[in-house]
């Protein structure tokens, strides 16, 4: 770690350069001795010096020195480790390939293997937040039931509808396993994790595993015990199995483990081996991040401390209390335009301009932003819709048009909307926003059609007399979600559960290959 150390800025220690200056030039100036020593006969200039028993005091110039040299110290940035990355838990890809062979139906682990895989992977997507996860399925065959999604929900709603019957091929085929998964994982920026919940490795794919290569780390869960047991049927009863076809064997796992250093665990009954995968899924992306070279870590805000401590005596007496206070009087006194200018040097306008939008000046904010597209958003919040929607038509990107239809929709100008929206929905084709804005304008332009040609077809003739029904009961306001209700008579026409479509997908899919 010491050979690592290095700066990862080096061209700041140049103000050490500065320091050593400083320090000899104001103790030159300072000594009384140098400067009078032309001048005074040296016995008497011992006799004439005065305070010289005080020399050792704290200065300002020792103050000064120190600040200058850990001021560069750590604006050059001291490094010796590789920085960890950031939420590596949530960026690590994980494919898990679920086992759906017979045996896994297996009741010598309760409920069965199976549903046991099925709380496994529950708790593992519970321990990464956000982190993105692919399903899959194999057994004859290998399938993919879900891409990389970080939701959560879809991953324990499709988890939940695999059974072993769904499968078009007897068997358990690893190798077909591992080309699907790493096939999900093939396309990604970062190295990812195969996990395999299963209760044995066929033997024909040892050797395959043996030779493995690539950049994803590959981790098996193994589920089971050395007895083994009977089999669930789907009718509810037990079928006996032999007990060599259902046991687990321990022993070819763990010389597979050891022969080609895949890291395996077997399935306990509280949550130790799902932390154990969700370690080593964090872990195998940081080591492969530190071995590409990863950012280092700026170890220069340690040296924060002591320069805040030390910053801290130049509020001593006679140090700098008298100027920081003329300072400050002066700038009250020069009044508001000497206070803009002063925040014209340090703050840019959108700067500025960010300050008073989070204040809700969005008048001043408008008037202060550089940026068009936050200008135009303070003038929309300030009610501007016309202003707003200048500025947003000058901007060719798909959030400038959604704005623009945004405020062209408050100023009543519907159908200059809906082509506002129209024209983001072709820069971002997937814009839920824009499509539920666009589809509410276009109905309410042809709600508004609608009223015309029927006032135009009814007789113009004025009514006797109107009356209006002040005492009747109004009925309650509500808003109506369309797009869920639509959803939701969707899935209630839906005849078949999930695991019978998956199970379809999966016979065409077998079919084809």
Do not use: C
């Not at 080309?179 to 033997?203: H, M, Q, S």
């Not at 005596?313 to 920081?324: E, H, N, Q, S, Y």
């Not at 000046?361 to 135009?376: C, E, I, S, T, V």
């Not at 003739?461 to 009925?475: A, H, L, M, N, Y």
């Amino acid at each position: 770690m010491i050979g690592e150390f290095h700066f990862l800025r080096p061209a700041w220690l140049l103000a050490l350069i500065a320091a050593a200056v400083l320090a000899i030039v104001v103790s030159h100036r300072e000594d009384m001795r140098t400067r009078w020593q032309r001048a005074i006969a040296p016995h008497l200039l011992e006799r004439l010096l005065v305070g010289r028993g005080r020399r050792h005091r704290l200065q300002p110039l020792h103050l000064t020195v120190a600040l200058i040299v850990l001021g560069a110290l750590a604006a050059a940035g001291p490094a010796w480790r590789h920085e960890r990355a950031p939420f590596v838990e949530d960026t690590a890809p994980l494919a898990v390939a679920i086992d759906l062979s017979r045996t896994m139906d297996a009741i010598d682990v309760t409920p069965t293997r199976l549903e046991r895989a099925k709380l496994k992977l529950r708790d593992l997507v519970a321990l990464r937040p956000g982190g993105r996860t692919a399903l899959l399925a194999y057994a004859g065959s290998a399938h993919m039931v879900l891409p990389l999604t970080d939701d959560a929900d879809l991953i324990r709603t499709y988890a939940d509808s695999l059974q072993t019957r769904i499968m078009p091929t007897a068997g358990k085929d690893t190798e077909k396993a591992l080309v699907a998964a790493e096939a999900v994982l093939r396309d990604e920026a970062v190295p990812g994790t195969i996990l395999l919940l299963t209760d044995g490795i066929n033997p024909a794919a040892f050797d395959a595993l043996k030779h493995r290569q690539s950049r994803n780390q590959l981790l098996i869960l193994a589920i089971g015990t050395a007895q083994g047991g009977a089999i669930k049927s789907d009718a509810g009863d037990f079928d006996r199995a032999d007990p060599a076809a259902t046991r687990l064997d321990l022993g070819a796992l763990e010389r597979l483990r050891r022969d080609a250093g895949i890291e395996l665990a077997t399935v306990t009954t509280d949550d130790q081996d799902v932390r154990w995968a969700a370690r080593r899924i964090a872990t195998h992306l940081e080591q492969a991040r530190s071995a590409e070279g990863g950012r280092w870590q700026d170890e220069g805000w340690w040296l924060v401390i002591p320069i805040a401590a030390l910053g801290a005596l130049w509020f001593r007496r006679g140090w700098t209390i008298r100027w920081a206070s003329y300072a400050a009087i002066g700038l009250i006194a020069a009044g508001p335009a000497q206070a803009d200018a002063f925040r014209d040097a340090f703050l840019t306008p959108d700067q500025q301009g960010a300050l008073a939008f989070r204040t809700q000046d969005y008048a001043n904010a408008a008037r202060l932003f550089a940026d068009p597209m936050w200008r135009g958003v303070s003038l929309y919040r300030a009610g501007n819709y016309d202003d707003a929607a200048d500025i947003f038509a000058r901007l060719d990107t798909a959030e400038g048009n959604y704005d623009q239809g945004d405020a062209e929709a408050f100023l009543g100008k519907l159908p200059q909307a809906a082509a506002s929206y129209r024209e983001a929905l072709k820069q971002r084709p997937d814009w839920l926003a824009a499509k539920a804005n666009l589809a509410l304008v276009e109905k309410i332009l042809a709600d508004k059609k609608k009223d015309e040609e029927q006032e135009a077809d009814e007789p113009q003739d004025d009514p006797d007399q109107v009356k209006f029904d002040d005492k009747g009961k109004k009925g309650k306001r509500g808003t109506i979600d369309v797009r869920r209700q639509t959803a939701e008579i969707w899935m209630r026409n839906i005849q078949t559960t999930p695991t019978d479509l998956l199970a379809r997908r999966f016979a065409l899919e077998a079919s084809r290959q």
